[in-house]
């Protein structure tokens, strides 16, 4: 019974594609993240939703667009794929925000662009 | 030079000895996360303090708010301890921001 499952786990493309990961949680929670973990390992922040409202968009390209129907979902849509957007993306949540809550991470997304 | 410091950037240990992975922030923090990211790739929380210490089986958190600085301990370590231990501070709203992450490696 996964608390932060996001889909797929795996997804290889060719530049130029447009795919979409999908997140999903059930834990109740008000606020989702999405981060990337690049190749060195280091995880940065992306976006942040609470309660469907974006609260955090850091300097990402324009390519990258969340979209969060409902607060159990938060979708990361990446248009024209580039060779650089290989990484792993996590997507997250947590009851309220996160600086004094638990966060719950999914199991990731491994992104290769060909 | 990044907000978040962990040292080392690897450590390899015997079964059975006690590690510590440390981490110094430079910002104000409003509460600190350890995260464990097992060989598979998956994130676990492990600890989230905002001062004191806590406690959960082998493992230790301890944190230092004037000095700016976190301790993870590991207590009787085993080989399915190894991960990468990540410290990550909590600032402003739902911000976090990560260290670079601690390889450990523990041998049977």
């Known amino acids: 019974d996964t608390a932060v499952s996001q889909t797929p786990k795996y997804l290889v493309t060719q530049m130029g594609n447009d795919k979409s990961i999908k997140c999903e949680q059930n834990?109740?929670?008000?606020?989702m993240y999405w981060y990337k973990q690049d190749s060195k390992k280091f995880l940065k922040i992306m976006f942040s939703y609470n309660n469907k409202e974006l609260i955090i968009n850091e300097t990402v390209p324009n390519r990258f667009s969340p979209k969060s129907p409902d607060k159990a979902h938060l979708n990361l849509h990446i248009n024209s794929l580039e060779l650089g957007d290989s990484a792993v993306y996590f997507c997250?949540?947590?009851?309220?925000?996160?600086?004094?809550?638990?966060?719950?991470f999914g199991e990731g997304s491994w992104l290769t662009v060909v | 030079k990044n907000e978040v410091e962990q040292s080392p950037q690897n450590l390899t240990a015997q079964e059975g000895e006690f590690i510590t992975i440390n981490c110094s922030y430079s910002v104000g923090i409003s509460a600190l996360h350890w995260l464990q990211q097992h060989p598979g790739g998956g994130i676990v929380s492990l600890f989230m303090l905002s001062s004191g210490k806590k406690k959960h089986g082998r493992l230790i958190a301890t944190i230092n708010i004037q000095e700016k600085h976190s301790s993870l301990h590991i207590t009787a370590s085993h080989p399915r301890d190894s991960a990468v231990y990540i410290c990550?501070?909590?600032?402003?709203?739902?911000?976090?921001?990560f260290g670079e992450g601690t390889q450990l490696t523990v041998n049977p």
């Open positions: 997250a949540s947590s009851q309220d925000r996160v600086a004094g809550n638990t966060i719950y």
């Open positions: 990550a501070v909590g600032t402003s709203g739902s911000r976090l921001t």
């Open positions: 834990l109740g929670h008000d606020t």
